[in-house]
């Protein structure tokens, strides 16, 4: 089955800075990529998703790129908020499939 | 739109006892519905996938005598924990999903904390 790789686990920022987010994947037939964010006690909310026919998608401070020859995607988050604190996860859904496979997740903190 | 409930929001409940949690999709048809269990600090683990009208389909090592499903409608699917035991104690989040919103992204409901004595 499909494999997804979340680094890092745990991640510290000061308000203002960038953060990334990294994900590696192992079944090249996966064709789509979405990110959540889940704040404590609450469902994950889809913040941005890319699919495999782009390199790149952008939503104001948040982007995500792909590498499917890599096998590898990213977050990003660029000017870095204290409500932007929360836990982040990939997930990973191959062509042809509705279930999607989570990565194990990363806590952001942003540093006021 | 995509909106997705589910109730109840938490329940306690004695060991032994069986607890029903449902999933309903508002405002779409859900062709299919997951439902996941997260453990403190960790992530999402997919227990079941449940299509309307027919078996639902259980990840390795999900007892389905013990987590019974039921997608009876395009918009309710319900999980029920049987004979609930101090270790069946979590967070359980369903998802819906349908082919004619955004391509099939899931929408998840706000979780059930289940605890069991």
């Known amino acids: 089955g499909e494999n997804v790789e979340q680094h890092p686990s745990t991640l510290s920022v000061q308000e203002g800075d960038s953060a990334v987010i990294k994900c590696t994947y192992s079944d090249s037939a996966s064709n789509y990529f979405p990110w959540y964010k889940q704040e404590l006690g609450k469902r994950p909310q889809l913040i941005i998703d890319i699919r495999s026919n782009v390199g790149e998608k952008k939503d104001q401070r948040i982007a995500v790129t792909l590498n499917k020859t890599a096998k590898h995607f990213s977050l990003h988050i660029t000017e870095t908020q204290p409500e932007d604190s929360a836990v982040y996860f990939c997930?990973?859904?191959?062509?042809?499939?509705?279930?999607?496979?989570f990565g194990t997740g990363t806590k952001l903190q942003v540093i006021p | 739109g995509a909106v997705v409930s589910q109730h109840p929001s938490w329940v306690i409940c004695k060991s032994g006892t069986s607890v029903k949690i449902e999933c309903r999709s508002l405002d779409f048809q859900a062709t299919t519905m997951f439902w996941y269990r997260q453990f403190p600090k960790q992530s999402l683990m997919l227990m079941a996938t449940?299509?309307?009208?027919?078996?639902?389909?259980?990840e390795q090592g999900v007892e389905k005598d013990k987590f019974l499903i039921n997608h009876a409608s395009l918009t309710l699917s319900t999980l029920t924990v049987t004979s609930a035991h101090p270790e069946d104690s979590s967070f359980y989040i369903c998802s819906a999903h349908s082919l004619e919103l955004t391509m099939g992204t899931q929408y998840f409901g706000p979780g059930t904390r289940l605890l069991v004595l």
């Open positions: 449940s299509n309307e009208g027919s078996k639902a389909t259980y």
């Open positions: 997930a990973v859904r191959r062509e042809g499939y509705q279930k999607v496979t």
